[in-house]
Every structure is written in C-alpha cells, then in structure tokens.
C-alpha cells in the first residue's frame, strides 16, 4: 500500500507537503491539503486545476504524488459540446424569443 491509499484524511506526520509551501494550492491555514485528501481527490484536482498541477510539483517530494501529474490528463477548460453550442448560438440568427413574439426580422 501507498501513502496516498492509506489516507484516511486525518493527515501523516510527516506530511505530504515537505517542500515550497508558500504561496500555492496545496497549503492553506497552516494545513497540508494533501494530507486531507483520498487518490480521488488529488486526481480530481490536477484533471481540472493548472495552478494545482504547477503548485504540486513544488509542495510535495512523494513521487506517488509526483507520478500521478504524469499520468492524469488536464481536462479541456470548456466542454467540447459547450463550445459546439456556442458556435451555433452566435450564428447569423434570430434570439429565440423574437420568432415567438412575431417579428420575423422582415422589415
């Protein structure tokens, strides 16, 4: 078993976060995020975070941490299918609720 797979999120002394712990995402009130956080977490946070990924690089040596940013994709910011929609949107077209209010856009 890893570190990672026996946190429970009370926290390991020593602690996760053995490096640069200033100014980042992993540190904040004197407590070690990483400590408080199951696999799932982590891996949640690096897929959606950039900043995270950045920051996790410096706060931490444990190269279980270290090989998950290497192995975990950063998800897309916007969702392909959200973009598809916002390009139909912006499209040369009537708002939707003008068709229903009658004018066609014809005069």
């Known amino acids: ?3 990672l797979d026996n ?3 009370t926290g390991f002394e020593p602690t996760l976060c053995d ?3 200033t100014n980042n995402q992993w540190f904040e009130d004197g407590v070690c995020l990483l400590d408080t956080m199951t696999k799932d977490q ?3 946070t690096i897929s959606r975070n ?5 920051d996790l690089r410096r706060v931490t040596s444990c ?3 270290l090989n998950l940013l290497s192995q975990v994709d950063l998800l897309p910011a916007v969702q392909e299918d959200d ?3 916002r390009r139909f949107n912006s499209g040369d077209c009537l708002p ?4 229903f209010r009658g004018n066609l856009n014809n005069q």
């Not at 939707?96 to 068709?99: A, E, Q, R, S, V």
Request: hydrophobic share 35%; proline share 4%.
């Open 19 to 21: 490096g640069d712990i």
């Open 83 to 85: 973009e598809l929609q």
């Open 50 to 54: 950039p900043s995270a990924r950045d």
């Open 63 to 65: 190269t279980e941490v």
């Open 1 to 3: 078993m890893t570190e």
């Open 96 to 99: 939707f609720n003008t068709i």
């Open 42 to 44: 982590v891996i949640y």
């Open 7 to 9: 946190q429970t999120g």
